[in-house]
């Protein structure tokens, strides 16, 4: 692995630690303003607007703007603005208003980062598909360890010390993140295309993304995915508390639980890759999701519920390495950040829907009818689209994108100017 890679990796290992304690934190803080579950699901919903707002206009900047640069300032200014709610507090003026524009903010910060750094890594490892399969795995696994394993029981602990100690942590990892993120070293720009709006731009990305269905059906499976996970998500503190009798420190060790599965996945997708074919291993792990979750519903205990997250953390940890590997090895570099900001903005934009759904059949019904309704809509997901992403059309547009007829071939069309192809 390049050197570079290592400053990436113990960037996102810094960052992901701050972001495991505001995990475990935020959904506490929030329960000691309000009861209301739809109160909380605007706090959960506010962080995902800005990819239905900006997201593939935000696609087509990062292809416009220097990859590096737009992480590390992206990350300074999220460190500036835990400061806001921190203060506010101290001096106990906190409300669920704040935290849903902080939460706001944030999410257009991470629409810039995630975007970037999803279309830095495939130039800082000559787009090589096993690099790219091994960095991801890396990644996510020190991103599942850090805000899963070790961050909610020290978000847990901090909050212990007083609600604005642990947005003050993820503000320092931000910082230190941005620092490091600095230091990386620069990569060629994607080549501009000459005289088109930005608007053109855009929607050539997204032209790409629908009408390429292994790349749809990629983009499809995190965004059904989302409404089910945040329905989970915005009940969860809740159905821990009433239904599992489970304190403050216990649903830090729940979420680690979810972690540790996490982790487990992450190292063994490469394997499941190899072994079962890279789109059959994507079936398998949504099934297994779906299943997780239909069993956290039926929980009778903490610890049923901590082994259904431990299950589902695993099927979400290779899925996540998995898929983003497969896609920066077959988009064309100069198309890499809108194809990204694109697929990501489906899956964002569904998770408002996963959030309101939560909390109105949490408010409606019983606090677990959410777990059960997303459990079923991820089965049916995997059903719809298993024959999208087949083993077959997997390696079709694996040797699509090799160097001689590759995305970076002088011959290879430009969505712009012509449809993108089809793999069938």
């Known amino acids: 692995m390049p050197t570079g890679f290592g400053r990436l990796w113990t960037a996102q290992t810094v960052s992901s630690l701050g972001d495991g304690v505001s995990h475990a934190a935020l959904p506490l803080i929030a329960l000691t303003l309000t009861r209301d579950p739809m109160a909380l699901a605007v706090v959960t919903a506010a962080g995902t607007l800005p990819w239905l707002l900006f997201g593939v206009l935000g696609g087509a900047l990062v292809d416009r703007w220097d990859r590096r640069r737009t992480m590390w300032v992206v990350d300074a200014a999220r ?212 299943l997780a979750i239909l069993g956290l519903a039926a929980a009778p205990n903490p610890f049923v519920a901590g082994l259904a997250l431990a299950v589902c953390g695993a099927g979400m940890g290779a899925t996540m390495v998995l898929a983003p590997s497969l896609r920066q090895a077959i988009v064309p570099a100069h198309l890499m950040g809108r194809v990204a900001s694109t697929s990501r903005m489906l899956a964002m934009c569904a998770a408002p829907l996963g959030a309101f759904l939560g909390g109105w059949l949490a408010t409606g019904y019983d606090i677990r009818t959410p777990l059960y309704a997303a459990g079923a809509l991820l089965l049916a997901m995997t059903a719809v689209t298993a024959s999208m992403t087949t083993n077959r059309r997997v390696e079709a547009a694996l040797r699509a994108a090799t160097p001689d007829n590759g995305p970076d071939h002088p011959e290879f069309k430009d969505p712009a100017q012509k449809s993108a192809p089809v793999v069938s």
């Not at 980062?113 to 795995?137: C, H, I, K, Q, V």
């Open 79 to 290: 460190a500036m603005l835990l400061v806001i709610p921190a203060v506010a507090a101290a001096v106990d003026m906190l409300s669920i208003p704040l935290l849903a524009v902080v939460a706001f903010l944030l999410g257009l910060g991470g629409l810039f980062f995630d975007t970037a750094a999803t279309a830095y890594l495939p130039d800082l490892l000559g787009r090589d598909p096993a690099l790219l399969e091994r960095a991801n795995s890396r990644l996510r696994g020190a991103q599942t360890a850090m805000s899963g394993f070790a961050g909610p029981p020290a978000g847990s602990a901090l909050l212990a010390l007083g609600r604005a100690v642990p947005l003050l942590a993820d503000a320092v990892s931000f910082m230190l993140s941005a620092l490091l993120v600095r230091s990386l070293p620069a990569v060629p720009r994607p080549v501009r295309e000459a005289r088109e709006s930005l608007l053109h731009q855009a929607r050539a990305g997204a032209s790409y993304v629908f009408r390429d269905r292994l790349l749809l059906g990629l983009a499809l499976r995190p965004a059904v995915g989302n409404i089910s996970f945040l329905a989970v998500e915005t009940v969860l503190a809740l159905f821990a508390h009433d239904h599992l009798g489970i304190d403050t420190y216990g649903f830090g060790l729940l979420l680690t639980a979810e972690a540790t599965g996490g982790l487990l996945g992450a190292g063994i997708a490469s394997h499941l890759g190899r072994r079962l074919g890279t789109g059959t291993a994507l079936t398998c792990t949504a099934a297994v999701e779906g």
